[in-house]
T-cell receptor, first 115, second 116 residues
Framework: SAVISQKPSRDICQRGTSLTIQCQVD?????MFWYRQQPGQSLTLIAT?????????ESGFVIDKFPISRPNLTFSTLTVSNMSPEDSSIYLC????????????FGEGSRLTVL | AQKITQTQPGMFVQEKEAVTLDCTYD???????LFWYKQPSSGEMIFLIY??????QNATEGRYSLNFQKARKSANLVISASQLGDSAMYFC?????????????FGAGTRLFVKA
């Protein structure tokens, strides 16, 4: 298994600012992902964080808005840039071990409110 | 394109009874994995059960079982002997391979209410 820590757990941000969310895994993992979950909604994949290379973004998400870093096998960051109220959401970091059943492990999420 | 569908926005069940949460999926890949996750009001995502596309038998984990009907492309979750603590949001998910690794997509979710 993997234990994932995210910070901040919540924040209130002003329109036009940027915020970086950090994700730390307690063991080396093959895959790391960032999801967004808007209130009462499902999880939408933003991107796959690739170690040592550019992230792979899903349709509707772009690097300029959601830059992602993954310098090693246990750490990743997601930045939400030039925020607007529409970015108010929970951002979830997840990791897959690439073995066994391949389930995802999730952080506790970062709840962002943009005013 | 791959897709997960959960058509029950909300379900009610009496405590100690069994309940089935529906999930259908669509993919043309022969190899995929199906998952169920529970999300209580606290927001954490809890992995419940997994079914591989090549698995012959339905997966079971304690009170959870997955009714896998491959021809129908369905993967329903059955919770036996419901408990009050089962009240939560339940998401069906599918993992599939793509260049460079894999990807997991989620259904819209079903909110389960367990009545005392």
């Amino acid at each position: 298994s993997a234990v994932i820590s995210q910070k901040p757990s919540r924040d209130i941000c002003q329109r036009g600012t940027s915020l970086t969310i950090q994700c730390q895994v307690d063991s080396q993992v093959t895959m790391m992902f960032w999801y967004r979950q808007q209130p009462g909604q499902s999880l939408t994949l933003i991107a796959t964080a690739n170690q040592g290379s550019e992230a792979t973004y899903e349709s509707g998400f772009v690097i300029d808005k959601f830059p992602i870093s993954r310098p090693n096998l246990t750490f990743s960051t997601l930045t939400v840039s030039n925020m607007s109220p529409e970015d108010s959401s929970i951002y979830l970091c997840s990791a897959g071990l690439g073995q066994g059943s391949g389930e995802l492990f999730f952080g506790e999420g970062s709840r962002l409110t943009v005013l | 394109a791959q897709k997960i569908t959960q058509t029950q926005p909300g379900m009610f069940v009496q405590e100690k009874e069994a309940v089935t949460l529906d999930c259908t999926y669509d993919t043309s890949d022969p190899s995929y994995g199906l998952f169920w996750y529970k999300q209580p009001s606290s927001g954490e995502m809890i992995f419940l059960i997994y079914q591989g596309s090549y698995d012959q038998q339905n997966a079971t984990e304690g009170r959870y079982s997955l009714n896998f009907q491959k021809a129908r492309k369905s993967a329903n979750l059955v919770i036996s002997a419901s408990q009050l603590g089962d009240s939560a949001m339940y998401f069906c998910a599918m993992r599939f391979h793509r260049t460079g690794g894999f990807k997991t997509i989620f259904g819209a979710g079903t909110r389960l209410f367990v009545k005392a």
